[in-house]
C-alpha cells in the first residue's frame, strides 16, 4: 500500500500537478486534485485535493522551522476549509495509531498537545483494532452519529518507500484514511462518504517498507530518533489545527 501519493508511478502533470519552492527551509509545496474515477484507478488514490510539505531536513531543524511548516500546513487547512464551504462548529479530532509504539503513535500524540483545540473541537484516540476488538471505523462512526459531528480530521503516521522521506513529509488530503493500511491489516476507511460528513486526513511517514529497499519480506522499519520527530511534527500539526479549528 502507498500512502504518499507522489509515490505513486501515475504522471503527475496529468492531475494538474503544481510543485514550488518555499520562502525557507528549502521546502517543496506539492498540489494535485485527483477527479475522475479514471485518475483514481490510474493513481490508485481517491479522488479529492493532496496537499504535500516536503521538507528534507526538518528532523535537524528548530522551533522556528516548525512553527513555519505549520504555518504552511495551516494556510492550505484554511483553504481547503473555505473551498469546500465546511462547516467546523461540531468538530471531531480522530488520532488513529498504537500510543505504545512510537512510529504509530502521530495521530494520538496531536490530540494529546497541549495546545487548545476550543470547546468546538472533540478528541478521540481510539487505538487500535487488535487491542480493543473494535473496528475504528465503527468507533468513529457512532460518534459522528451521536455528537452530530459536522467535520472530521484523521491523523495518523504513514508508511514510504523512501528513506529519506522518514519524519520529512506531510500529506494533507480530502479524502480521508484506511487505518492499519501501512500493515495490510486494513480496516474500513474513514472518509466523507462512509461518515456522511466531510473528512480530512493528515498523515507522516513514520515507518519504511523494507522491500523497498531490497529485502524478502515485509517490514515496518522506523528512525531511531523517532520519538523526537514525532513530538514534532504533533506539535506542527496540532498548532496548524488549533489556529485552524477555533
Not at 109 to 122: I, N, P, R, T, Y
Amino acid at each position: 500500500m502507498i500512502d504518499l501519493i507522489d509515490e505513486c508511478s501515475y504522471e503527475f502533470q496529468k492531475l494538474g500537478y503544481k510543485k514550488v519552492r518555499a520562502k525557507r527551509y528549502g521546502i517543496d509545496l506539492l498540489s494535485l486534485h485527483v477527479d475522475s474515477q479514471k485518475q483514481s484507478q490510474q493513481t490508485g488514490f481517491d479522488r479529492g485535493d493532496y496537499y504535500i510539505i516536503n521538507a528534507p531536513i526538518l528532523p535537524y531543524l528548530d522551533k522556528e522551522c516548525f512553527d513555519y511548516v505549520s504555518l504552511l500546513l495551516k494556510k492550505r487547512l484554511a483553504f481547503l476549509l473555505k473551498k469546500q464551504k465546511i462547516d467546523k462548529s461540531k468538530t471531531l479530532l480522530v488520532g488513529l495509531g498504537n500510543p505504545e509504539i512510537w512510529s504509530d503513535r502521530l495521530g494520538v500524540q496531536v490530540c494529546l498537545s497541549g495546545h487548545f483545540f476550543g470547546k468546538k473541537v472533540k478528541k478521540i484516540c481510539p487505538n487500535v483494532q487488535y487491542q480493543t476488538g473494535i473496528e475504528t471505523f465503527d468507533i468513529v462512526k457512532a460518534l459522528v452519529d451521536k455528537l452530530a459531528v459536522t467535520f472530521v480530521v484523521v491523523v495518523d503516521s504513514l508508511c514510504t518507500n523512501s528513506l529519506s522521506r522518514l519524519g520529512c513529509s506531510l500529506q494533507l488530503t480530502t479524502t480521508g484514511m484506511t487505518p492499519g493500511s501501512a500493515t495490510k491489516n486494513s480496516g474500513s476507511k474513514i472518509c466523507s462518504q462512509s461518515l456522511k460528513v466531510p473528512c480530512f486526513s493528515i498523515g507522516v511517514p513514520f515507518m519504511l517498507d523494507a522491500q523497498s529497499l531490497g529485502f524478502d519480506r515485509q517490514m515496518l522499519l522506523a528512525p531511531k530518533d523517532v520519538k523526537e520527530n514525532v513530538e514534532n511534527l504533533a506539535y506542527i500539526i496540532s498548532k496548524a489545527l488549533a489556529e485552524v479549528l477555533v
